[in-house]
């Protein structure tokens, strides 16, 4: 019997120059397929599926322009049977192929689905690397082993080493590994940051066809005027306005906030680099190469913090995810039990931080790290809200949400429910530090000072509230030592006055 192949590509295998397309084979057909098991595990953005199906549409046709054989299932196809296993059995029992294949999935729900399902298989299988990650799967586990402790910096300097990314020998190129001291400005108050670049897809069909479904989705689409890059010639246009317009201040602003300021400086392509469409190794080799043009224009600094999130923390929460699963989705070091509030999916809340960043999520599929870090993340850990309610919402949410890069940055990084193996204190501020890196406090319901009483800012209360409940757990951390002494120091009747704020507004957090 003649060779006959089929291999799977995945909704975020979307890269055009992997090996497998380097030459046309008439033995092998790929598919590709929108299934439910993928639009109903969360409840997703209207955004992210739609950005997900316009894009693999956009390179099963590229695909066929190449001339490789394509099948592919779109949502609605009478004989999509709605799972990647199910279809994928069909075809190959109506085909009589000889081989399956598939590239390494990202999230390890899948990762089993397609082992389990190979293993039942009585055709050779192969499986193959996505070509797209500076390191594997394990490389984080190898690095640290033994150790007690996973720290991101001694990653990220492996890494730089390893590839040689601003490096002179063994050496950083400035002598310097990291400038995040410096990445720490507040928006000047009259500053107009960069207009966004985006894009005006219509996604008419695509929108229509999952609203015949009963697909639950979140937020809101402008189905003519679809903002992300589709594939991989608007990614590299993407990348090209990031390195020109918003690299010279980028490092500068990357942890500043501003209403209805929704991109800033930020390089907005974490889609396309979930999806694969582009490379981290080309978008960390065109940020060098203009700083390398224009070191006038663009400091060491703004280019480092831009390096540091792509070949640091982007490969370092992989590694942990890999390391640390299935084990790491059950993690709830401070055993939160509470339900997000209803306003986390309307946005109507009296907190101008959490109303404009909840909205701009709702709008664009999209908060930039520090959104997520210190306004929506910052107040669902200090409410004491359940992880798995936190990861639901961030996993649907945002476009560029998926499990292995969602859930280390959510339950680890921002929810400190792993206890530690992320981050090494819990990422919890008061009004002072949202005041310190944004303009929402001036213009808001909430007295950014008061503590207790009317209208005093929710943040403050329950940032003492959190301490107190959790000193048996954190008391011992030396990095948050200080803030114990702070507390210990404070009058018993004015601790009792947090407590009894924080308390009422936790009662009633539906109507903050």
């Known amino acids: 019997m003649a060779n006959k192949i089929l291999r799977l590509i995945l909704g975020d295998q979307l890269n055009s120059n992997h090996s497998w397309f380097e030459t046309i084979d008439e033995t092998v057909t790929y598919v590709m397929m929108e299934v439910r098991t993928e639009t109903d595990y969360a409840s997703h953005h209207i955004q992210k599926i739609v950005g997900f199906f316009t894009s693999m549409r956009a390179f099963a046709h590229e695909l066929q322009s190449n001339k490789h054989q394509v099948i592919y299932l779109k949502l609605?196809?009478?004989?999509?049977?709605?799972?990647?296993?199910?279809?994928?059995?069909?075809?190959?029992?109506?085909?009589?192929?000889?081989?399956?294949?598939?590239?390494?999935?990202?999230?390890?729900?899948?990762?089993?689905?397609?082992?389990?399902?190979?293993a039942g298989l009585s055709i050779p299988v192969k499986v193959?690397?996505?070509?797209?990650?500076?390191?594997?799967?394990?490389?984080?586990?190898?690095?640290?082993?033994?150790?007690?402790?996973?720290?991101?910096?001694?990653?990220?300097?492996?890494?730089?080493?390893?590839?040689?990314?601003?490096?002179?020998?063994?050496?950083?190129?400035?002598?310097?590994?990291?400038?995040?001291?410096?990445?720490?400005?507040?928006?000047?108050?009259?500053?107009?940051?960069?207009?966004?670049?985006?894009?005006?897809?219509?996604?008419?069909?695509?929108?229509?066809?999952?609203?015949?479904?009963?697909?639950?989705?979140?937020?809101?689409?402008?189905?003519?005027?679809?903002?992300?890059?589709?594939?991989?010639?608007?990614?590299?246009?993407?990348?090209?306005?990031?390195?020109?317009?918003c690299l010279p201040l980028f490092g500068s602003y990357q942890d500043a906030m501003s209403p209805n300021e929704w991109s800033l400086y930020h390089s907005r392509l974490s889609f396309s680099l979930n999806t694969k469409m582009i490379s981290p190794l080309e978008v960390i080799e065109r940020a060098i190469a203009e700083w390398q043009q224009k070191p006038e224009v663009i400091e060491y600094n703004q280019?480092?913090?831009?390096?540091?999130?792509?070949?640091?923390w982007r490969e370092y929460m992989r590694g942990i995810y890999w390391l640390k699963m299935p084990e790491y989705a059950e993690m709830n070091f401070f055993n939160h039990q509470d339900k997000l509030p209803d306003w986390f999916w309307t946005g109507k809340t009296k907190m101008n931080c959490l109303k404009d960043a909840i909205n701009q999520s709702l709008n664009y599929a999209y908060a930039h790290h520090i959104q997520r870090l210190m306004i929506t993340g910052n107040?669902?850990?200090?409410?004491?809200?359940?992880?798995?309610?936190?990861?639901?919402?961030?996993?649907?949410?945002?476009?560029?949400?998926?499990?292995?890069?969602?859930?280390?940055?959510?339950?680890?990084?921002?929810?400190?429910?792993d206890g530690g193996i992320v981050g090494t204190k819990p990422y919890v501020s008061s009004a002072a530090y949202i005041d310190k890196m944004s303009h929402y406090c001036g213009s808001c319901f909430y007295n950014k000072a008061k503590k207790v009483g009317e209208k005093a800012c929710p943040f403050n209360s329950l940032y003492w509230d959190f301490y107190d409940k959790h000193e048996d757990k954190l008391a011992k951390n030396p990095r948050i030592g200080m803030m114990y002494n702070v507390w210990r120091k404070m009058k018993p009747e004015d601790k009792v006055a947090l407590l009894e704020q924080a308390d009422y507004y936790l009662k009633n957090i539906n109507e903050l």
Not at 305 to 312: D, E, H, L
Not at 391 to 415: C, F, H, K, P
């Open 76 to 118: 609605d196809d009478e004989n999509n049977l709605q799972s990647f296993e199910t279809n994928i059995e069909r075809i190959l029992n109506n085909n009589n192929y000889t081989q399956f294949e598939y590239q390494l999935p990202d999230e390890y729900r899948i990762d089993l689905v397609l082992k389990n399902f190979a």
């Open 128 to 245: 193959c690397d996505t070509e797209h990650f500076f390191a594997t799967r394990n490389e984080l586990g190898d690095f640290f082993e033994g150790k007690k402790t996973f720290l991101m910096e001694s990653f990220y300097r492996a890494m730089r080493k390893k590839h040689q990314i601003l490096m002179e020998g063994n050496n950083p190129t400035t002598g310097q590994w990291n400038y995040d001291v410096d990445n720490r400005k507040k928006l000047p108050k009259n500053h107009k940051p960069t207009r966004p670049l985006v894009f005006n897809t219509n996604v008419s069909d695509i929108v229509e066809m999952i609203a015949q479904t009963d697909i639950k989705t979140i937020g809101s689409i402008d189905s003519t005027n679809f903002i992300w890059p589709i594939n991989r010639a608007q990614s590299l246009e993407l990348l090209e306005f990031f390195v020109t317009e």
């Open 303 to 312: 280019l480092e913090g831009f390096v540091r999130q792509i070949i640091g």
């Open 379 to 417: 107040f669902a850990l200090l409410a004491g809200i359940h992880p798995d309610e936190v990861d639901a919402w961030y996993l649907g949410i945002y476009i560029d949400a998926l499990e292995w890069v969602e859930i280390t940055n959510t339950r680890g990084m921002s929810q400190f429910a």
